[in-house]
């Protein structure tokens, strides 16, 4: 279907950047390309950036900021840069000269304007720069291999002549969830070469990382147009984890073959145009060297049964989550997750359930690409049940034409462009949807509330710190809308309120997770139940490459329900799609039949 990934047909620059979603392998793949680079006795360096960088996992190895050696690797270094870190040393630098001068409120008001995804990112890309312009480094090596590369939003941000002016500090707008770029002025040249060497295909290759699956798949090509604009067109696609073949008697192999050939055929246009290559679905776990090699010669390997004494430990299926919420007249629910592990459906389902109860719900999602109207399509809804949709897009519109129309006439040509680009954030789109929430929300008075998804502990907070100070949300002149000051309290309550986190089986949707609920609790939300999904471990599948994944997947179901959540269920990955009303109850019910004693695994002693 596609050609096999090989170094010697796709590697021909200094750098290369592995990106993609989370939990699509870009770790594993990149530290593969790593080691098969250093065997061919080429000199290489590899540097993850990734907050939730599992990369001393991968190796078996201990790192620091500082590139150390392999040493079951001749010739390849290593180091793993914490971008959480330099966030923090990011919000010092910016912070710093304010502490004692303002009042505390007021700081701890910037500290958390400075806590979003756009600060780690920025933080993220000071790191790698110091690398990338440093020739007593890059001389050093004849390639060096990034995990993960920067978004389209930040280079974007980095180009715009307006970044590095006074305009931040001279603002009285609110400030940016970067903060003031100005304070980075200092470091304007080393970050234009960076520039110029990210958009020189003679460099540098680009290669996105996909699932063979929809939502993968259009991540991926929204990155790919997105970078493309702005230089960046040396671009490869790797669809990571193909199975192979299957066995047409076992449901769940036939199932998981047809659905991942079913997305191929759906990959969109622009990204037909980017040249593909796949890596096989593989049963072992892509952690150490030997495994790496492993998987370059397409190695599928079916893992061998371990036998593992020691104590059960019992889990219950998403039944048991309809039967507490209903039990305790739970009000408002949300799904939170990372894009990909299925949340949206199991929104649904807990919705389904909670109908089938005699309860009144409305389920809402902010899925932009409405995933709500495709999974009740040609359905016919319980007069129970009313959906709707907060769409993003016009969510965010609303807000960047509120925020311009007040300050359009009081700002020059350049300082709307950055605030423009700025309103570009994944911060924005937090805000303005969460506004939405505030009325959705209000329904609960009259009918459970079942949302796919909420925002994160960090909008909470801003919003909470905006509300505290009386300033405005975010960067608006605006007031903060009485529903919205209200909402956040009612979050907070855990006897109206619960939060379900949704992850798979897997390191970087586990992890990543981890820091959502840890983001949570920040704003005084703690989730109450973890949904293990799409679980291998918890089917009955026959297939001997997926039963050797299922046991891959029992060190994270462990972790999740003994150190990350006193709450835990698991949802087998089914042989069918669960779309429409009746298939949603079938599920439900088949589900409660199959989970009674059957998902128990060992743990080890």
């Not at 360096?45 to 690797?73: F, K, Y």
């Not at 709307?416 to 969460?434: H, M």
Request: proline content about 4%; glycine content about 6%; aromatic content about 6%.
């Amino acid at each position: 279907m596609f050609q096999s990934f090989d170094t010697k047909m796709i590697v021909n620059t200094k750098f290369l950047f592995f990106t993609g979603k989370g939990g699509v392998g870009k770790t594993s793949t990149a530290c593969a390309t790593a080691v098969t680079l250093a065997d061919e006795g080429k000199k290489v360096l590899l540097v993850s950036t990734d907050p939730a960088s599992n990369l001393q996992d991968v190796l078996e190895v201990g790192l620091t900021n500082t590139p150390m050696a392999i040493p079951s690797v001749p010739n390849l270094y290593a180091c793993n840069l914490d971008p959480e870190e330099a966030a923090r040393a990011y919000r010092d630098r910016i912070i710093g000269p304010s502490r004692g001068k303002l009042p505390d409120g007021v700081v701890a008001t910037m500290e958390e304007q400075l806590s979003g995804a756009c600060t780690v990112e920025i933080a993220a890309f000071d790191e790698f720069t110091n690398l990338l312009a440093d020739p007593l480094v890059v001389d050093v090596y004849e390639h060096i291999i990034f995990d993960t590369a920067p978004t389209g939003h930040t280079l974007r941000l980095l180009q715009l002549p307006t970044a590095w002016s006074g305009f931040l500090e001279e603002n009285t707008h609110g400030a940016s969830c970067l903060g003031p770029l100005s304070g980075l002025s200092g470091k304007k040249q080393i970050y234009s070469i960076t520039m110029d060497a990210l958009s020189d295909s003679t460099k540098t290759t680009l290669i996105l990382v996909a699932r063979p699956d929809e939502s993968s798949l259009l991540e991926a090509n929204r990155a790919s147009k997105e970078l493309k604009e702005i230089g960046i067109s040396n671009q490869a696609l790797i669809i990571n984890g193909l199975l192979q073949s299957y066995l047409p008697e076992d449901k769940i192999s036939s199932s998981f073959y047809e659905r991942q050939r079913n997305a191929i055929k759906q990959i969109p246009n622009e990204l037909k145009q980017v040249v593909t290559y796949s890596l096989p679905f593989v049963s072992y776990s892509l952690t150490g060297v030997k495994n790496l090699r492993y998987l370059f010669k397409q190695y599928t390997m079916p893992a061998t049964q371990s036998d593992v004494e020691g104590e059960t430990i019992s889990l219950p299926g998403l039944n048991k989550v309809i039967e507490d919420f209903s039990a305790n007249n739970t009000r408002v629910i949300f799904t939170m997750g990372k894009g990909g592990v299925g949340k949206t459906t199991l929104a649904s389902a807990i919705a389904v359930g909670l109908i089938e109860k005699g309860l009144k719900v409305h389920l809402t999602t902010t899925d932009p690409a409405a995933h709500l109207e495709f999974i009740f399509q040609n359905s016919e809804l319980n007069d129970q049940l009313s959906i709707s949709r907060i769409n993003p897009i016009v969510e965010v519109q609303a807000y960047k034409t509120e925020v311009l129309s007040k300050v359009r006439d009081e700002l020059g040509e350049e300082a709307l462009a950055y605030i423009e680009e700025d309103l570009n954030s994944p911060c924005t789109e937090e805000i303005a949807v969460f506004r939405a929430f505030a009325d959705v929300v209000a329904r609960s008075n009259d009918e459970i509330v079942v949302i796919d998804t909420a925002p994160t502990g960090h909008t909470l907070l801003l919003l909470d710190a905006a509300h505290s100070y009386h300033k405005e949300l975010a960067r608006s002149t605006g007031e903060i809308p009485e529903s919205v000051k209200m909402l956040l309290p009612r979050l907070r309550n855990t006897k109206e309120t619960s939060v379900v986190i949704v992850t798979l089986a897997e390191a970087t949707p586990v992890l990543e997770a981890s820091r959502l609920q840890d983001d949570l609790k920040r704003a005084e939300i703690t989730p109450k139940w973890w949904i293990i999904n799409q679980s291998l471990y918890a089917t009955e599948t026959k297939d001997p490459v997926l039963i050797g994944r299922a046991q891959a997947e029992v060190g994270w179901i462990q972790k999740v329900s003994t150190e990350l959540t006193e709450k835990c269920a698991i949802v087998p990955l089914m042989s069918e799609e669960n779309k429409g009303y009746d298939q949603l109850k079938k599920f439900i019910a088949n589900e409660a039949n199959l989970n009674k004693g059957r998902f128990s695994y060992f743990l080890n002693e």
